[in-house]
Structure formats: C-alpha cells, structure tokens
C-alpha cells in the first residue's frame, strides 16, 4: 500500500507541494492562532470535584462579580526608610492612575513593617483569566511611574496577577520565537554535517516546517471545538513537530540513499524506501499520537488539553511524512545529495555492525552490565520531590522585580495566607456564639501559627478566616503538604458549630491538588498507554514477545530519566524540586518517542532474518539503521535541549532536560545494546507466533 501511495506520491509531486502550500497559506489567515487560546491559570487545570476549586465556590460570596484582574504597585527603597518626597510621588502615581482607561480603583495597602516599601492594589475592569493579560492597560500603568519623576533610589513596579499573566504572555511569546528559531538553527546545521549536502537538510526539514505552521491553526481551530489548550502547548509543539519531523525524513532519506548505492533508478528506490520504512513511520507517528491522545482520559485539565492538542499536531505530521516529503524527494532526484552522489556499491560506516557483532556474541555480560546502569541512574528517584506549583513571573520582568520587592519588606505569612471557610444554613448575624467558638477552636490548633478575626460575606453566610500555616511559610513544601490536616481541622470545626459546608481556598491548597491530581493520572494514563503501545508493536512485528522487552526497555529508561533529573536538579542544582508536570509527560514523551527506533530498528531486524540466523539479521539490521537513528536521535534530543536552554521557566528548563536525557538513553543505550542482546538471547521466539522465515534457524 506504501508503495502505491509513493507512485501517487511521485506523479501528483507538483500538486501535492502545491497543495500543501496553500493549506498552509489559508489556514494562517481563515483560523485562530495558538495563542488565542491558551488557558494560564493552574487553578483552571484543576476539575470542579477538587476541594480547592470547591473552596473558590464557597469563597465565592466574598467576591465582587464584577471585579476584573488586579494589579499591585510596590513602590520602595532597599537602603532606607521612605522619605516625605517618595510618599509625593507615591501619591501622583495612585493619582494617575486612576485616570488610566480601565482602572476601576486604586487602594493604598500600606507600607512595610520595615518602612522601605508601599503597596497599592490597583482594581482593574480586565476580565480576571484571560489569555494574554492587557498589555495595553498594564503599560498604561507603568508609564505613570516615570511620569512621576521618582527621586534616586526609589524603584517602582507593577506586579500581581494582572502584570505577572501580561508579562507572562509576552515571555512565552518572545521564548516560542526562540525556541523556534534555534531548534531550526540546530536542525539545520546538524542536518548538514549528516548529510554532507546542501540541499537533502532543507527537503528533510521542510514537511515538519510547514506541519508546524498548519498545526498550529488546525489545533487552534480545534479547540474551539471543546479541547483546551495550554501554553504548553505553545512550547511543546514546535520542539514535538521539529524533532520527530526530521526524524521520519531522516529514516526515509536513509533508506532512499541505501536503494540507490544498491543501483536502483530513483524513483524506484523512493517506492522501496517508503515499501522499507514507511511502516515504521507510520505506527511510529501512530505510537507518539496514540500516547499523547491517552491524556485525554487524564482529571487533570491541563493533561487532557496538552496531549490531545499535541496528537492532532502529530497526526498532520504524518501526513506530511506520507505525501508532501516523497514529492519533494522525486522533485529533487539525483540532485538531493548534491555535491556527493551515492553510487553503487558504496556502503554506509561499519561502526555500528561491528558494535553489534560484539553485543551478540556477549548478550548475557551486556544486558546484566545494562540493567546495572539503568538501575544506577534509577536509584537517582531518592532525590524526587514534587514542585513548580507557583506560578511565578518571568525572571528579569517588572513584575518579577515587584515580587522580589514585596518578599523582601513585607512578611510572608500575610502576603498568602490560607483561607478557611465555614457556610452556614442560615445568616450567622444570629449565630455570633458560633463564629466565636469556631475562631477559638481554629487559634487552638497546632496547625496554625495564628488565625485572623472573622470576616462576613455580603450574604451574611460565609465566613472566612485567613490563617498561617504553623508547617512553614506559605508556598513551601511544609506548607502544601499541610493541607490535608487544615481540611481535616475545618471539617471538624464546621461539624463542632453548625455549619453546613467548609473548605480551604489559596494557593497552598490548590498546589496541594495539583500534586495529588496530576500524579494520579499516571495510574490512569500509564496502562492505557502501555497497552496501546503493545498492541500497536504486535501488529507492526506480528509478535507478541518482542513487544514485552521493547516496552520493558523504555519503561527503564523512564525510571532512568527521572532518577537522572532528580539527582541533578534537586541534589545538585539545588532546586526544590522536579515539576510536578514531568512524571506523567515524560512517561508519555518517553514511551513514545523511545518506540520510535526500537520500530525502525526490529521491522528492519525482521526484515533481514528472511533467511539467515538472528543474530547475523542483528548486526545487518544496527549496521544499516545505526547512522539514521544516530542522527535522529541526536535531533530530537536536541531540539528537547533548546526547550531547555531557550525556554522561559524552570519547568522548560527540567523537562527538556528530561526528556533529552531519554532520547539520548534510548538512542546510544537500550537501542545499541539492551535490545539487540535481549533479541539475539530469544533467537527465533521474538517473532512468535509468527516466523519471519521457515529457513531461519534462530
């Protein structure tokens, strides 16, 4: 069927190619941008059964419905008290801007126990979760302060929810161009050193360039159908559609150069390459789809927009792979290689037969000094702890500087505290006893280090305190993992009054089921993903072992990976934690993306024990594949490592590092040497119940 589709491939080239710019073309001005709709908070992630999101409801009444997003200006000096002249200034700011179009009210907070520094909280008519702030009205803002004319030393900034999501915007914006712009840089120049050829980069590279400019509408588009799409997905499809992309040009080009140096016409030899490899690509491509869309059975918002967003991305990639990268191959011919011209005869290294022949004659010493390996960078789990549940703002941004002023004046306790609500049947106006036994009761836990005095919502039956958690200070891991106990303690306490419902609201506890709901999926998704992958291996091989230790492999290299990230950015790094993201995305980017050449690998090892014994068909298989998925390995966990470089947080930086670290794993490690020791260790009983030959005699 391949073939027939690279015949139609190779006669409709023009149109094709044509086609295909078009769509690109039309998509770019009749749909959406990726941009347009993105979510950003992490409390939207969470679903409505969370007992964060139901605290939010129950603090609900305490809320202006038609407030929008605020702001926070923090204004101070880092050497000394402010002076008379700062408070001038201070007050022509809060003057202007109330006049700025959109500020609803401006509120003067006070000033620090320290005396350095002001807040204002500035209420603002912008809708309160949108996608890209209000640069406009932040800008606004800001330009009050230069106005002003504050005396040296001095600084002003503008920071909280609305300039943190503005600036945001503008980070993520400015680091997808980056990210975008150097996985292209990387790609390019390591393409031309594979290669040695000016012109085989730029066909391989441009089907995933233009899969990436479609997809990003399409998905856009999509998601007005009823799939969310998070910002990471923004970061994540570039560096996914760029990496895989080449990879599946890479395998075709490979096998294409490996027909013609058997003297085959080119045209022909494009119909045998894509007869040889374009199996693999498709279940590969099927593989990294089938996984990603799994997330889609995820609790956690955030994993059921991201993954199936990205499969959509994935599935159009494939589609260029079989149709736009073939017509561009039989448009430049004999001239892709240019200026070496493969010939007959001509072979690629023997580096990797060699390699291969030594693994086979060793399997037993390989596979037990590799699972040693796997299981030392394993042991690197010890380290694991969970973090990355703040949003914060992007380092070197006004709002970050504002952030940074107000954790250094003001106390931390007060700044984020934690929300204990209490609902009542009816107005507690006639319950005063109620709300005084219920504040005694709350001041007397161990578990906080001081509770407020009562506040009334506008109903008359709600009340709220604001408390500090006695495990630590607000956002830190003591603290989040109070959360439990505070929940138990205002159950226990709305039973003891009276009250009809409770819970407890802010970030502490939202971080709190962020952990809890984003690591459970991986009970829910991991099963479904390795069952798909093994059903998806057992078609593609006609086997039901090799499935097993293809599959085992890369959940090695999973635990691997994770082990590896969390020694070097929690024990040496000294971060607080891994992101609480990585488990469940790395288990799918890992799974997935690690099948890719164990599929290019054992259809070609299928391919060749047609006739000779398993462990020659090995050493033929890595000694033909080896250069292609060297290269392509080297791609893809390069790409991952410009997300890591050229992204704008910390969750960038860790989960490319990760999933390079994977990539790299599965391409020098489980492919080169778990895989072909276990294969030869099995012989003919990888491939049954099925027999690739009646002469092979294992």
Known sequence: MLQALA????????????????????????????ASVSQVSNSAFLPSSAPSQHAIDLAAPFQNPTAGATAVI?????????????????????????????????????????????QVLVMTNSPSITNNGDPALVDAVRATFAEAQPPAGLQLHLTGPLAQTTDGSASAAQAGNNIRLFSVLFVVALLFVVYRSLLAPLVTLLPALLSLLLAGPVIAKASQLG???????????????????TDYGLFLVYRLREEI??????????????????????YSAMTVAAALACLALASFVLYRGLGPSLAVGVVVLLTAALTLLPALLSITSRWLFWPSHPALGQRTTAAWGRLAARVVQRPVPVLLAGLLVLGGFAAGIAWFRPGGFTSSAPSASDSAAGDAAIASHFPAGNSNPEILLLRFASPVSAQSQAVAAAQEELS??????????????????????????????????????????????????????????SGVAGSDAVAYDLYHYSTADLATVAPVILLLLALLLAALLRSLVAPLYLIATVALSYLASLGAASFVFIRLAGDSGLNFLIPVLLFAFAMALGEDYNMLLMTRVREEARGRPMHKALVEAVSQTGGSITSAGLILAGTFTVLAI????????????????????????????LVPSIAVLLGRWNWWPSRPGIENPG
């Open 261 to 282: 140096r058997r003297g085959i016409e080119p045209a022909a030899a494009l119909e045998r390459a894509m007869g040889g490899v374009g199996v693999a690509i498709g």
């Open 646 to 673: 050229a992204g704008n947080s910390d969750q960038s930086r860790q989960l490319g590092f990760t999933i390079a670290f994977a990539v790299l794993l599965d391409t020098f490690f489980i492919r080169t040497l």
């Open 227 to 245: 799939i969310p799409v998070s910002p990471a997905t923004q970061t994540l499809l570039p560096v996914l559609l760029l990496g895989a992309g």
């Open 444 to 501: 007397r836990s161990s578990l906080l280090g001081a509770v407020s005095a009562p506040f009334i919502s506008n109903d008359g039956r709600s009340v709220r305190f604001n408390g500090t958690s006695a495990a630590g200070p607000a956002a830190s891991q003591a603290a989040i993992s109070a959360i439990p106990g505070l929940r138990t303690l205002i159950a226990a306490t709305a039973h003891d009054v009276g009250a009809s419902d």
């Open 7 to 34: 015949r139609f491939d190779i006669r409709f080239r023009w149109l094709i190619v044509a086609g295909w710019i078009v769509a690109v073309i039309a998509a770019s001005r009749l749909l959406p941008s990726l």
């Open 74 to 118: 923090v204004a101070s000096r880092s050497d000394a008290p402010l002076s008379t002249d700062d408070d001038a200034v201070i007050a022509r700011v809060e003057t202007a801007v109330v006049g700025v179009a959109g500020v609803v009210a401006v509120r003067d907070e006070g000033t620090s126990p320290d005396r350095q520094a002001r």
